[in-house]
């Protein structure tokens, strides 16, 4: 890679895997806040490891400093491991919830048609309003929106970022070579 592709900024995914302790969110976006990198967009949840969760952290920046940050991150107490990843190292997807008033979804035979064409579909259905669902990347659901906005949209809300890597090293065997090495150093000092 030349160096100016380092400095180009681009969309970076950062998984956390972390035991989910007090304050580690915290300690997390002064990390980002420190410098200056705006955080696009932040999910938590649990993993396929019991009692482990992973941070999902969307941002725009450039690759050496997304590194730096990812090992900085690395050095917490409670941070298990941290990596990082461009949009095609990843399969992601957002949610996105629309609401609106259910006269303008039962009156328009073109709102019914955009709904099946985008993919999405209803959730829930009162006499006030009607929610819909749409799952995709960002711009999927901002294309919806800006159609929906059309329509006398009453509410909109999108999901941070879920992702999980391509075929790669498993978080697992990152975990065991940690702990061997972890081991290694308790053996080395034993022998002193």
Same mark, same amino acid.
Do not use: C, W
């Given at each position: 890679m030349n160096s100016e592709q380092k400095k180009e900024i681009r969309e970076y995914t950062?998984?956390?895997? !972390?035991?989910?302790?007090i304050g580690l969110l915290n300690r997390l976006t002064i990390i980002f806040t420190r410098r200056k990198i705006n955080i696009e967009s932040?999910?938590? !949840?649990? !993993?396929?490891?019991p009692g482990i969760h992973c941070f999902t952290i969307v941002i725009n920046s450039y690759e050496?400093?997304?590194?730096?940050?990812?090992?900085?991150?690395?050095?917490?107490?409670?941070?298990l491991k941290a990596f990082y990843y461009t949009t095609d190292q990843i399969i992601y997807q957002e949610i996105a919830l629309y609401k609106l008033p259910t006269g303008e979804v039962t009156g328009s035979i073109?709102?019914?048609?955009l709904i099946r064409d985008y993919g999405a579909r209803v959730l829930e259905v009162t006499p006030e309003y009607t929610v819909i669902e749409k799952t995709g990347h =960002?711009?999927?659901?901002q294309e919806l929106l800006e159609k929906l906005k059309k329509h006398k949209l009453?509410?909109?809300?999108r999901s941070?970022?879920?992702?999980?890597?391509?075929?790669?090293?498993?978080?697992?065997?990152?975990?065991?070579? =940690?702990?061997?090495?972890?081991?290694?150093?308790?053996?080395?000092?034993? !022998?002193?």
């Open positions: 950062i998984n956390v895997f !972390s035991e989910n302790h932040l999910t938590v !949840s649990e !993993s396929h490891i050496d400093l997304v590194r730096k940050v990812a090992l900085q991150i690395e050095k917490l107490v409670d941070v073109g709102l019914e048609t =960002k711009t999927e659901t009453l509410e909109f809300i941070g970022r879920v992702a999980i890597t391509k075929p790669m090293k498993e978080l697992t065997v990152h975990l065991e070579e =940690k702990e061997m090495a972890f081991n290694y150093i308790l053996k080395e000092d034993e !022998s002193y």
